[in-house]
């Protein structure tokens, strides 16, 4: 009849409840609050490797390790409580003494008073599953820690352009922190024209399907967290992780490379320049000294204090600035060999100031000189020509009043040698150029003493560069070995 009801007998019923848990795979059992089994499925014999027989009227201890028989008085008294403790994992041994890691459920057992008399567990052997997920695991830190040793930066991006995966070099490289670029856009790496066409790129790709740096590679610029930008070669190669394409850049830095092409580019035309700079010298040099010997005898025959007389004078200064930078050129040209010895730079610098102090320009300049002696492996004679370029160089950018202070400093195996002056400090733009051949800013200058210096510098295994500290001036730091380079010894 519709709608009616149709029971089965309780015992049909019990049976077939038994025949379902009879034929479960997974292992179930039932316990007394005490923790006595009393019921013991086929499951629980595959599982654990006792028969009913042998498992019913033991303890439950029969099948914890030792190290985990605390736990059961806390879950019997969880189920005591009324309280289902699910899916908890812990481990099991089996009746020939094997480990198991197993999922437990284990639910109160009540009767039709309503008490709770026992606990029914269910358990599910998952130690494959562990070892398939530890397997995993391993395989993933050993990707990942290949991945973060790795000296190129590596990034993995979404279809959307979402950082997914970035590594220690990138962050080492770029100079975040991996969290403030997880889930950015990966343009936050790139400076603009690309900042703002990257996204367009990817939407034509992904629509097109055109290569354009895909399994090509290219020098692109990177932006850096504080700004600067640099040269790096990028690499970019598609996948797919469950359906989703995702792209992977992996990104070589090549500052080193380009300043090492570029100095071998000023190289090739310091070279080329003094080749030139030492034929012109010595072709114009000895006429000059003959143009200047005839001009002296001519102005010899004049009367004294003649308007001629004056212009003779004139002309011989104009011959002496034009030899000076003769000499300059073939200095220049044909820089000395640097002969090293062990030299105090401290009274070699008192020698050198006291020669600056004798410059009309210097009279009203303070010059200081201070910091302990020391030993550098220098050329003494080519050293006093580079820190007079310097001295002087400073007290001309004073131009009246000010200060001149020359330190010297032991720094690990170097020793620094620093000039600061209190003038006005130099232009960004003008700094970048002055070490560039005949770049100059005097009005009568030749632009070869800073190029002539940084030759002699680095001749003699040293560097010097120029800095405009906040605070103002212009600060010039000389540095060189303070024991002889390994090809000396």
């Known amino acids: 009849m519709s709608g009616v009801s149709h029971f089965k007998p309780d015992d049909e019923y019990s049976g077939l409840l038994r025949a379902i848990v009879e034929s479960s795979d997974e292992a179930i059992i039932g316990k ?9 499925n086929g499951g629980a014999q595959r599982t654990y490797g006792y028969t009913a027989a042998e498992a019913i009227g033991q303890s439950i201890a029969l099948i914890i390790p030792p190290e985990h028989q605390a736990e059961l008085e806390r879950i019997l008294g969880e189920i005591a409580q009324g309280r289902r403790v699910a899916s908890y994992e812990t481990v ?5 003494r094997r480990l198991l890691n197993v999922s437990l459920t284990i639910s109160p057992i009540v009767d039709t008073a309503g008490c709770i008399v026992g606990a029914s567990a269910i358990g599910r052997d998952i130690t494959e599953a562990k070892r398939v997920e530890a ?3 391993a395989s993933e830190e050993r990707y990942r820690s290949i991945i973060d040793s790795a000296v190129d930066a590596i990034l993995v991006i979404d279809r959307r352009g979402r950082v997914e995966a970035f590594n220690a070099a990138a962050e080492r490289l770029f100079g975040y922190p991996a969290g403030e670029v997880l889930g950015k856009n990966v343009n936050l790496l790139m400076p603009q024209p690309y900042h703002g066409e990257h996204d367009v790129y990817m939407a034509r ?3 097109t399907r055109e290569k354009r740096i895909i399994g090509i590679g290219r020098e692109v610029t990177g932006l850096r967290k504080d700004g600067t930008t640099f040269p790096v070669h990028l690499s970019v190669g598609e996948m797919t992780i469950d359906g989703e394409t995702m792209f992977t850049g992996i990104l070589h830095d090549l500052t080193a ?7 071998l580019r000023e190289q090739a035309a310091l070279t080329r320049l003094g080749e030139m700079a030492a034929v012109v010298a010595h072709e114009v040099k000895n006429p000059l000294t003959g143009i200047r010997g005839a001009v002296q005898i001519i102005g010899g025959r004049l009367p004294a204090g003649s308007r001629d007389a004056e212009v003779v004078k004139e002309i011989v200064a104009r011959i002496d600035t034009l030899n000076d930078l003769m000499k300059d050129l073939l200095l220049f040209a044909r820089p000395p060999q640097p002969r090293l010895a062990p030299v105090d730079p401290r009274p070699l610098l ?12 210097a009279r009203a300049i303070t010059i200081q000189v201070e910091g302990p002696s020391d030993t550098v492996m220098a050329d003494a ?6 820190v007079q370029n310097v001295l002087l160089n400073a007290v001309h950018a004073i131009a009246g009043p000010g200060l001149v202070r020359v330190v010297v400093q032991p720094v690990e195996s170097m020793c620094r040698i620093t000039v600061t002056d209190t003038g006005p400090g130099i232009p960004p733009e003008v700094r970048e150029k002055l070490f560039t051949p005949f770049f100059t800013t005097k009005a009568r200058g030749t632009g070869l003493g800073l190029s002539t210096a940084r030759r002699f510098i680095e001749a003699q295994g040293g ?3 120029i800095d405009c500290p906040p605070a103002g001036g212009t600060s010039v730091t000389i540095e060189l070995p303070r024991s002889a380079p390994a090809a000396a010894v």
Do not use: F, M
């Open 381 to 386: 004679e080519l050293l006093k020509l580079v």
């Open 257 to 263: 490379r380009v300043a090492l092409e570029t100095q």
């Open 350 to 361: 008192e020698t050198v100031v006291g020669l600056a102090r004798q410059d009309p320009g």
């Open 92 to 96: 099991r041994i089996t009746r020939d």
């Open 135 to 137: 397997a995993l695991r």
């Open 463 to 465: 560097t010097i560069r």
């Open 205 to 207: 790709y992904l629509a």
């Open 32 to 40: 007394t609050l005490d923790g006595i089994i009393v019921s013991w």
